[in-house]
């Protein structure tokens, strides 16, 4: 790469990164940051924990064990297992490492939200993807990861239907359930349709079809009337329970900003932008 460029490019990202810390810290968001390197207590690991282990940068000092951050929300669990967090909402830009690359995520928690502090929440980083970024959102996907408690009966839930739906693979689902199953006719409509697909069979006063349809009347007030409904995303940790979003522009495949409700050791809700 050219090295002029190269450096206007490092510029451009540490401004952005300032840019982002400074809009969230005039909103009442406390700025945090963290270190790069976690020590890893492994006594105070969980499932997830080491089910991410194979995803995470990991090296031995003497009997110690420390690994490159790979995830923020995941390193704010961390620390609040040993320490007390006192913020009700947090700001922060740093970097992350996933499979031996490195990536600057931006982001922000507000912890024990109420409703309207994850409309607040959205309706922030949307204002800063639209006014700062200068970006347009085109499209969200939106989804809950208690979607399967609506769409399935206890009996019906397993591990192998899970995988075949996060491989959306239709001819398996029919198999495990049936032709006719709701599932099935849910997966072979087209996903900007299943929303409104949802509605003709979904117990309507169910709590996550009451999320899903707030979250889609929240994305049209602000512009977007282009919603996809995802119903083949797993948890990526077992403390994801609620509701997630992701905001798109066009002919890109990766997410301007990803967001959702989680409950760990913290509960909370979040929204995340990834600087490539």
């Known amino acids: 790469m050219d090295y002029v460029k190269y450096r206007d490019d490092v510029i451009q990202k540490k401004e952005k990164e300032l840019k982002f810390l400074k809009y969230f810290s005039a909103r009442d968001f406390e700025v945090i940051d963290m270190s790069f390197i976690e020590k890893l207590h492994w006594k105070q690991l969980t499932q997830d924990d080491l089910n991410s282990l194979d995803t ?37 830009a740093g ?61 019906e839930q397993n591990e192998e239907l899970f995988t075949a739906i996060s491989e959306r693979n239709i001819s398996k689902i029919s198999k495990l359930l049936s032709q006719n199953h709701s599932l099935v006719q849910l997966l072979k409509t087209p996903t900007h349709q299943q929303l409104d697909f949802l509605t003709t069979f979904a117990d309507t006063d169910h709590p996550t079809y009451k999320s899903l349809q707030y979250w889609k009347a929240t994305l ?25 979003i992701q905001l798109y522009e066009n002919n890109n495949r990766n997410p301007i900003a990803s967001g959702g409700h989680y409950n760990g050791t913290l509960e909370g809700f979040g929204f995340g932008i990834q600087l490539s």
């Not at 090296?59 to 006192?86: M, P």
């Not at 049209?220 to 997630?244: C, Q, R």
């Open 56 to 92: 995470r940068s990991i090296w031995k000092n003497g009997d110690a064990f420390y690994s490159l951050r790979n995830d923020w929300t995941d390193q704010i669990q961390h620390y609040s297992r040993e320490y007390n967090l006192d913020a009700r909402s947090v700001t922060y």
């Open 95 to 155: 970097p992350i490492a996933i499979n031996e690359h490195i990536y600057t995520n931006l982001g922000v928690e507000i912890f024990n939200p109420k409703r309207n502090d994850m409309l607040q929440c959205y309706e922030y980083i949307h204002d800063f993807i639209q006014n700062e970024l200068d970006l347009n959102v085109d499209f969200a996907v939106i989804g809950h990861y208690q979607l399967f408690d609506l769409l399935l009966s206890k009996e």
């Open 220 to 244: 049209e007030a602000s512009g977007i009337n282009h919603i996809h409904l995802d119903i083949t995303t797993m948890p990526p940790k077992s403390y994801y329970v609620g509701s997630f």
